[in-house]
């Protein structure tokens, strides 16, 4: 007779072994724990150098006499060379699992190139600059993703994005205060130059965040049991549409710089407040999307809806400011929960790829989208907010069906 073990002094026999797993569980989460924070580390660093960067390229290129067709050529290009690169990082990724090899080439070229921004004073050198910086990032993501991705699979996938988010918009936060005020001591030259200390730092984290990396998990996947590719790409059309027409903060730096709502010094400001409230709005979307699911990207098209008209057609600060909120909003709901969604829609093996033609799409949709802005600006900035308006739309009925046809699956496989 086995011994019951709701009677004093008595145990199961296998009692042992349930709590030897949950001890075995418990040190997983712990270790997965540890790296995520440890990459967080890595990435608050990294952001503060490039994120800190960025916040001053619109308004430098306008210092030098850039057209806003080219700001917005520049832009967009940006993000489709870092994006497109992708395509081919990420299935290489999935291939060889060579994941930081790629990831330290990518951090090298991610974090040096805006620093040397502070050794140029001409277009095509600054042009080569930004480009290599969005080049270096896109090596890095998909297999930064994809390890975040196996770390979601303990952890929970919204959380996990989630937490990485709030921790790399530390980094956003701070760089562009930093570059704030070297710019009103020193210029463009000093706000460029202060960036190679953190960039340092980011590089020395780099090679400690090795030995903290997560082996694959061989107990399964947690993808959505419903026709995933024709999701996928609804997914995607989705995602392309919200950011076509999602203006860049390069193009709202130049804006605010010709027209001089604010000043110089104000502009890595405001992009530091938006950069918080990407980071708030991150960790709560994230854990949101664990209950759920991609349900909660309803509320994308909604935080992007305002941003058009309040930073370009208003004319005193407050809204301005709204503007910046609803803009660093819509952030953080893109590169947390967007980033989760792909690891629902693909199974492990293959989410390298998934996350590199993601991006490559996504980047192509905002250079689509911001060309379209420079020149519908150039014209007038109204066209620009009517523009942006009638995509956000679009989208907005593009998810709605999206959703539509998983509930569905679900329920016929249920069924079934």
């Given amino acids: 007779m086995l011994p019951d073990p709701k009677i004093p002094g008595q145990s199961h026999p296998l009692h042992g072994m349930e709590n030897s797993g949950n001890d075995f569980l418990e040190t997983k989460k712990k270790n997965l724990l540890r790296f995520v924070i440890g990459l967080g580390f890595l990435s608050l660093f990294a952001d503060f150098t490039y994120e800190g960067g960025r916040s001053i390229v619109g308004a430098y290129l306008a210092t030098i006499g850039v057209g806003p067709i080219v700001v917005g050529v520049v832009a967009g290009f940006g993000e489709l060379i870092g994006c497109g690169i992708q395509i081919l990082s990420g299935p290489y990724a999935d291939r060889t699992k060579r994941y930081w090899p790629l990831m ?89 130059g202060i960036l190679f200390i953190p960039a340092i730092i980011a590089l020395i984290l780099l090679r400690r965040g090795y030995k903290l990396s997560p082996a694959p998990d061989p107990d399964g996947d947690q993808y959505l ?62 854990r949101i999307f664990d209950r759920i699911g991609l349900k909660v990207l309803f509320a994308l098209p909604f935080l992007i809806l305002p941003c058009a008209p309040l930073l370009f057609l208003s004319r005193s600060i407050i809204p301005i ?69 009638v995509i956000q739309i679009i989208a907005l009925a593009i998810l709605w069906k999206m959703i539509a046809n998983i509930s569905a699956e679900q329920k016929m496989g249920s069924a079934s």
């Fill in 104 to 192: 330290s080439i990518g951090y090298i070229l991610n974090l040096l190139s805006l620093p040397f921004l502070s050794m140029t004073s001409t277009l095509f050198p600054a042009m080569g600059l930004v480009f290599s910086e969005r080049f270096g990032r896109g090596l890095r993501n998909p297999p930064r993703d994809t390890l975040l991705s196996q770390a979601g699979l303990v952890l929970g996938f919204g959380r996990v994005f989630g937490m990485h988010e709030l921790m790399d918009q530390g980094g956003a936060l701070l760089g562009p205060l930093a570059v704030s005020a070297a710019v009103a001591y020193g210029g463009y030259r000093l706000g460029f």
């Fill in 225 to 286: 049991p419903i026709n995933s590719k024709k999701t996928y790409w609804f997914y995607l059309a989705f995602s392309g549409l919200t950011i076509m027409g999602f203006s860049h903060f390069i193009m709202i730096a130049y804006h605010l710089e010709q027209t001089h709502r604010v000043s110089p010094t104000t502009i890595p400001f405001l992009y530091s407040v938006a950069m918080a409230l990407d980071a708030v709005v991150a960790f709560g979307a994230g």
């Fill in 321 to 389: 400011i709204l503007g910046v909120g609803f803009w660093g909003a819509s952030m953080g709901m893109q590169e947390s929960v967007m980033r989760a969604g792909i690891s629902k829609l693909a199974p492990d093996g293959k989410r390298g790829s998934a996350y590199g033609v993601f991006n490559a799409f996504f980047g192509l949709s905002w250079l689509v989208g911001s060309t379209i802005m420079g020149i519908l600006y150039w014209k007038n900035p109204a066209d620009l907010v009517l523009f942006a308006s």
